[in-house]
């Protein structure tokens, strides 16, 4: 595996960053649990937790292409894809309080990203399948 490591760790340095944002806001208004009803707060809290309720999954199936010797072009947009998306979403949510561009396309290019890896996962098992009644 050459390609998957690639966005891993690029995705894994914006989660940090992401990280340090909900860090400082929680240091700025003293709040350690929840969001305690501040808006800037919470808007970081969403930002860090839909990075993290996302890119796992999309990561494995990505994984999982690669591993099953998809196209490695493929494998290539479908990561930046990914990496873009996340951006574009961790950014309106992490360090802007008013970015629908982002939030727009981040969700909608994180759709996608999941729905065509889902497809392609579930070709490479059906194929896999035929070739093993072959045998």
Do not use: K
């Amino acid at each position: 595996m050459i390609v998957t490591p690639l966005y891993a760790g690029l995705l894994a340095l914006w989660f940090l960053l992401l990280t340090l944002r909900v860090v400082q806001e929680r240091h700025r208004t003293h709040i350690a649990l929840g969001d305690g009803g501040d808006a800037t707060l919470a808007r970081r809290i969403r930002g860090h937790a839909n990075f993290a309720e996302y890119v796992p999954l999309a990561l494995l199936l990505l994984a999982i292409l690669e591993l099953s010797r998809f196209s490695i072009y493929v494998i290539h947009v479908l990561g930046i894809a990914l990496l873009v998306s996340r951006l574009l979403h961790g950014y309106a949510f992490a360090f802007r309080t008013q970015f629908r561009f982002g939030v727009f396309w981040g969700v909608l290019l994180t759709v996608v990203v999941l729905a065509i890896e889902a497809v392609l996962c579930l070709y490479q098992a059906y194929r896999g399948h035929l070739v093993w009644f072959a045998t």
